[in-house]
């Protein structure tokens, strides 16, 4: 199966359905839980990451609606780490979700704060994280935006980064188009979750595109891990 790179998700559209825009940013905490793996993501990679005896912080680039930046406050907090998350998004929609799902959550802004930014805007402030991620953003990318997120990423980060993604299988396309079948009138999640599939990568594609010093992993049946960890040298 040839990655389809031409196919566009409904929701990346300017004028796509609100309300199935928004049903759509609502369903994500719940198809993220089933098939993103980031709770063993956080366990492995980014608990051993955070610091001890300060504030951690973590940036989400592509945060959409914001449900696993809010559990990345979540788990630290239970594990005794204090951290403030960023969560960035240069879609307007998908901050003004996110910014609304925290507040209803009850998780303030002195852990979790929303942006309407890109990774380039926070290089050109000079920010810097312990921890940088994303969540089902690199499939989404041209060559030279995937370039450009990835040395956005390596200046950003003093640990790790990790980029999650889909991993392209036909059996993901059948296993995930008849589990969201409940799902197919209600929002956007299995039309553009079956485009998803098709535009992601396999392994060794995500291998060749990454530059010297990242590392392509894989994580269970249906995910890829981009990941790079900063050392003293490479540091900013």
């Given at each position: 199966?040839?990655?389809?790179?031409?196919a566009?998700e409904?929701m990346?559209?300017?004028?796509?359905?609100?309300?199935?825009?928004?049903?759509t940013?609502?369903q994500?905490?719940?198809?993220?839980?089933f098939?993103?793996g980031?709770?063993?993501?956080?366990?492995?990679?980014?608990?051993?990451?955070l610091?001890?005896?300060?504030?951690?912080t973590i940036?989400?680039?592509g945060?959409?609606?914001?449900d696993?930046?809010?559990n990345?406050?979540?788990?630290?907090r239970a594990?005794?780490?204090n951290v403030?998350?960023?969560?960035i998004?240069?879609?307007p929609?998908?901050?003004?979700f996110a910014?609304r799902?925290?507040?209803?959550?009850?998780?303030?802004?002195e852990n979790?704060?929303?942006?309407?930014?890109?990774?380039?805007?926070?290089?050109?402030e000079?920010?810097?994280?312990?921890?940088?991620?994303?969540?089902?953003?690199?499939?989404h990318l041209?060559?030279?935006?995937?370039?450009?997120?990835?040395?956005d990423?390596?200046?950003?980060?003093q640990?790790i980064?990790?980029?999650s993604d889909?991993r392209?299988r036909?059996?993901a396309?059948v296993f995930?188009g008849l589990?969201?079948?409940p799902l197919a009138?209600s929002?956007?999640?299995?039309?553009?979750?079956?485009?998803?599939i098709?535009r992601?990568f396999t392994?060794?594609?995500?291998?060749?595109?990454?530059?010297?010093?990242?590392?392509?992993?894989?994580?269970?049946?249906?995910?890829?891990l981009?990941?790079?960890?900063?050392?003293?040298?490479t540091?900013?």
């Amino acid at each position: 199966m040839q990655r389809d790179i031409a196919a566009i998700e409904k929701m990346d559209k300017p004028d796509c359905d609100p309300t199935m825009l928004e049903r759509t940013y609502a369903q994500f905490p719940l198809v993220n839980r089933f098939v993103s793996g980031w709770r063993s993501v956080y366990l492995k990679l980014v608990r051993p990451a955070l610091p001890h005896g300060r504030t951690g912080t973590i940036l989400d680039i592509g945060c959409g609606g914001g449900d696993i930046a809010m559990n990345m406050v979540r788990w630290a907090r239970a594990d005794g780490y204090n951290v403030k998350v960023l969560g960035i998004d240069p879609d307007p929609r998908a901050h003004d979700f996110a910014s609304r799902a925290a507040a209803a959550a009850g998780i303030g802004p002195e852990n979790l704060e929303f942006r309407q930014a890109t990774s380039s805007d926070l290089v050109t402030e000079g920010s810097i994280f312990d921890v940088v991620f994303s969540n089902h953003v690199l499939h989404h990318l041209n060559q030279s935006q995937l370039a450009g997120i990835l040395a956005d990423t390596q200046s950003l980060t003093q640990g790790i980064a990790i980029h999650s993604d889909i991993r392209r299988r036909r059996s993901a396309l059948v296993f995930f188009g008849l589990a969201t079948l409940p799902l197919a009138r209600s929002s956007f999640i299995r039309c553009d979750g079956l485009t998803s599939i098709r535009r992601s990568f396999t392994p060794s594609e995500l291998g060749r595109v990454l530059p010297r010093g990242w590392e392509a992993h894989t994580a269970g049946a249906y995910r890829n891990l981009a990941i790079w960890r900063a050392t003293p040298r490479t540091r900013p």
